[in-house]
């Protein structure tokens, strides 16, 4: 009989179920090893399931960095150097708006805006510049220049020299002095400033050009014309300087040179209605009218509100004995600010060849208030007196 070794209770048999489970737990802890250690080795891809867009993280863009004002002026600088006068002043109004009291971004700013034709903004600029500091002679000199090409002369002159005293040794403040001199008609004290401008600083353009400006008042156009062609060649981006450069070849009867100089002008300013303005009055003075006016009305269709070329057109226009024409575009002139002389008297002449004195004698009596010794005022007069007024008729005898 066998022997029962087992001393103690005898124990039932777990239940088959428990087997069943420990077995399926150790296969899913083995199949995720498997997975995690091929994950590991490269060898496991993954299908992602679409997520909903509801469930999404909404995805924040990284903002762009933010511009120092130092990268923006220097961006200014290159601008206007460039000769993008428009493009320059508004980089400078972005350095203004991180800086607004930084004195020497508002000093740069007088230049493009006065080369843009915005001279009074210039002189608002120049004067907010003084205000924040008035011991920079910078400052100084960007106000004189201002309310030079403002017309305000005696004011220029006293800010240009307080920049000379502040620093001797400014060419932009001896150079500004110059050209306010040429403006006030001194030559005598206007040639020595331009020159001591360039002996300090021979790269400045600014100083061959006011150079080259005091030559012109003084009659030296050879003199101007040396003095403008170097400043063309510092600053080959800016367009006024070719203007001023083909002005003295036009006085030196080199319309070649001038016209040349002036289509050099167009492919780096082909925006700038004063270029094609300076063309089309050149094309003219050398007897080519066709060319002149297409170019004048090219600067008009550039910028509608520039009475210079309407002037000029109209000019044209009355050579031709365009009577209509030139009437139009003379009052246009006048309309839009232009104060010449030779507007009003031709435009009394032109009504008056239009059988129209009553237009004609308001605008030769106008010409006569400006200047009534003027030789072509005179003339104007006469022509007018001579197809309008009604001579006295003859007392009749008495029988």
Known sequence: MPVDLYIGPKK??????????????????????????????????????????????TATPTPPPTETAATRLQRADALFI???????????????????LNDVVYARLVKPLILSRKVDDA???????LQINDQRAEN?????????????????????????????????????????????NRPERALPAAQKAVQLDDNNADAHRNLGYVQEARGNYRGATAAYQRAVQLRPKWAYLYINLARNYRILNNSKDAIATL???????????QVYDELGWTYSLSGDSARAIAQLKKAIEV???????????????FVQQNWQ???????????????????????????????????GRPWIEKALQVN???TAVQGALTWYQQHCEVPPSPTPRRK
């Open 123 to 129: 002189v608002k600029a120049a004067r907010r510049a």
């Open 263 to 273: 289509q050099q002008a167009q492919k780096i300013a082909p925006k700038d209605p």
């Open 82 to 100: 460039d000769g993008q006068f428009d493009a320059a002043v508004a980089e400078y109004n972005a350095v203004l708006a991180l800086e607004p």
């Open 303 to 317: 910028d509608p509100d520039y009475e210079v070329p309407y002037g000029h057109l109209g000019h044209v226009y």
């Open 12 to 57: 039932h048999g777990a239940p088959w179920w428990q087997g069943c489970l420990l077995t399926l737990l150790i296969l899913v802890v083995g199949a995720y090893l498997a997975i995690l250690m091929l994950a590991a080795n490269g060898h496991y891809i993954s299908e992602k399931i679409p997520i909903p867009d509801s469930f999404k993280p």
């Open 140 to 184: 100084l000199t960007a106000l004189a220049e201002a309310l030079d090409w403002q017309g305000n002369y005696v004011e220029a002159l006293d800010y240009a020299l307080r920049a000379t005293e502040l620093t001797p040794n400014s060419a932009s403040a001896w150079a500004v002095v110059a050209e306010v001199y040429a403006d006030l």
């Open 325 to 359: 024409d030139a009437v139009t575009n003379l009052e246009k002139a006048i309309q839009l600010g232009g104060t010449r002389l030779e507007y009003f008297y031709k435009l009394g002449i032109a009504y008056v060849n239009l059988r129209d004195c009553g237009k």
């Open 372 to 374: 009534s010794q003027d």
